[in-house]
């Protein structure tokens, strides 16, 4: 039983690391994406 809550509990913090780091590339594209369309923009 304990195994079982072990595997879950690494599963569910591996997941969390995961998701954090999609959030956080997600967001740096984001911000990225912006520069780039207010650069041309500001060239047109």
Do not use: H, K, N, P
Request: some cysteine.
């Amino acid at each position: 039983m304990f195994l079982i809550y072990c595997f879950m509990w690494s599963f569910i913090e591996c997941f969390g690391l995961f998701g954090a780091l999609v959030v956080t590339a997600y967001s740096f594209v984001g911000r990225f994406f912006t520069v780039v369309e207010r650069g041309q923009c500001s060239e047109m």
